[in-house]
């Protein structure tokens, strides 16, 4: 029987077409990746809410917001936890973009952009950068214990600009 | 491309713009981007003290400000009042009353420190008003973030970045082996 692929696996690549989903990011609100089209937009995936290292990882992409909107883009967060379990981690960390709930079928979406670690039963910390267009533009798989900081997106971000070049 | 080509590094190089302790022709240069709110950065205080001894001559120290706003309430105003202070040619003393006192960061605090320091404590406390510096500390931040800081402290030994356990010894084992090089 093939064995899945375990620890840094292969995340849907740059020039690829970026599955749309549609995920609650709370009790009454459902996102969806078309909602931005025409704009970039920056996925997220991380192992689980509460962990430290990945409140480190949202809490800095919270800092850093006002760097991503620069380029207009939107930053969603998505885990395979529950929508109750994101709004209380939000609340907490006093986050001000949506935290989508990858949660049933679990990891769906996450599987789809190849980051999903199916014996862990949670998905990569694996960055993907969209455009306006909905294509992948960049993507990166981090070591599930590092934090892979921002840079790597900004990086991604610039070329998209365009005619919406940072102030 | 789908992974990164290589270690994070500094985009904005060292220079006449930063606060620096030790020569500028030592073999290593440490940067740390920090916040004076933040306790793990109060905790690694103490070891870039330890180790700046231990290396001596070898190393100089620079500081650039990542304050975490919304985390830490406090971080944004200590930063400027850092930098106030620096505008009067005292930068590392506030810079070391703010570690040692990060309890007490609150504006009225941060302009007593000022006059305990001997600065000009109604132009900190004008300047903190207007935000002088305010721009100084985003341009620090802006360049952290852009050379991969992922949350304080973060390290770079020469320009790169730093991943390994920052407590004194294997801190200090990295340098001296960035100074060998």
């Known amino acids: 029987m093939a064995t ?4 840094p696996g292969a995340p849907l690549p740059a020039g690829t077409r970026a599955p749309d989903f549609a995920l609650s990011s709370t009790p009454g609100r459902t996102v969806s990746l078309a909602d931005f089209r025409g704009r970039p937009v920056i996925l997220a995936f ?8 990945c409140g480190d990882q949202m809490a800095l992409y919270n800092e850093i917001l006002p760097e991503f909107e620069r380029y ?16 209380a981690f939000a609340r907490d960390r006093k986050l001000h973009f949506p935290l989508l709930a990858d949660f049933e079928p679990k990891g769906a979406v996450a599987r789809r952009y190849g980051a999903y670690r199916e014996g862990d039963g949670f998905s990569e910390r694996a960055l993907f950068v969209v455009d306006g267009d909905g294509i992948v533009r960049w993507s990166y798989v981090s070591p599930v214990d590092v934090n892979p900081g921002a840079d790597g997106i900004l990086r991604a971000l610039e070329p998209l600009a365009g005619a919406s070049a940072p102030a | 491309m789908s992974k990164r080509a290589a270690a994070a590094a500094l985009t904005l190089p060292v220079g006449e713009r930063d606060h620096a302790q030790g020569p500028t022709e030592a073999p290593v240069t440490l940067v740390e981007y920090g916040d004076y709110e933040c306790p793990h950065c109060g905790r690694a205080y103490p070891i870039v003290k330890q180790l700046r001894q231990r ?8 500081f650039r400000n990542f304050p975490l706003r919304e985390s830490h309430p406090h971080a944004q105003h200590a930063a400027e009042a850092a930098e106030a202070a620096g505008a009067q040619g005292k930068f590392w003393e506030m810079h070391d009353r703010l570690f040692e006192r990060q309890f007490a960061l609150d504006d009225d605090y941060l302009i007593e420190y000022a006059g305990d320091l001997g600065l000009d404590a109604a132009r900190v406390g004008r300047e903190l008003a207007a935000g002088t510096y305010a721009p100084r500390v985003r341009e620090d931040f802006r360049s952290g973030v852009t050379s991969g800081v992922n949350g304080t402290p973060t390290f770079f030994i020469n320009g790169v970045r730093y991943d390994e356990s920052w407590d004194l010894e294997p801190l200090v084992a990295a340098l001296e082996q960035a100074a060998k090089r």
């Open chain 2, 55 to 62: 290396l001596g001559r070898r190393l100089r120290f620079v």
């Open chain 1, 46 to 53: 991380y192992p689980a809410d509460w962990s430290p290292v």
């Open chain 1, 72 to 87: 207009h883009a939107q930053l969603l967060g998505i885990s395979v936890d529950g929508v109750w379990c994101h709004t």
């Open chain 1, 4 to 7: 899945p692929p375990q620890g």
